[in-house]
């Protein structure tokens, strides 16, 4: 009867979700939600949240831009700013893609890079939210980064979602 008890209990545990934070933004009228993993420790940013594995090997945010025009562009200069600051410099030939992010019209801009620890990747996935306002997910690590992390990065995009 305990080894049945113990395996119910493990099994629970097995399929249980990992604890995490729901962002949904902005405040007050939310048009994008998202799940970042709390064992990443989510913070609040100026636009949103952000997130770092718990090895500090991969970094991610949700951010938020109320219009494609002068708020866009600010975010993006911030970003761009964040990427100097943390030394990270771009090599030529980004990837840049148009998809579908769970059912939304999506652009991605991916730049290779160096940073402080060799080749790295800088991925933001611009995504369109009603009213024409945009959702911004940004994911910076290796290669071999992502390879350890590759469960939760891909449950952080599939939680992405507009709020109607």
Known sequence: MRKLLVSALLAAIAAAPAAAKNVSLPDGKPAISAVLPDSWKPTETERGMEATSPGGDVYAS??????????LQALMAANG?????NKIVPVPNSVDRDFTLNGMAAHEISYAAKDKDGPTKVTFVLVELPKDA???????ASDKERA?????I???MSSVKAVQ
């Open 62 to 71: 949700v951010e938020y831009a109320k219009d494609y025009k002068a708020d």
């Open 81 to 85: 700013k964040w990427m100097k600051d």
């Open 134 to 140: 945009i959702g911004v997910v940004t994911v910076w």
């Open 148 to 152: 350890t992390q590759t469960k939760a």
């Open 154 to 156: 891909e449950a952080i």
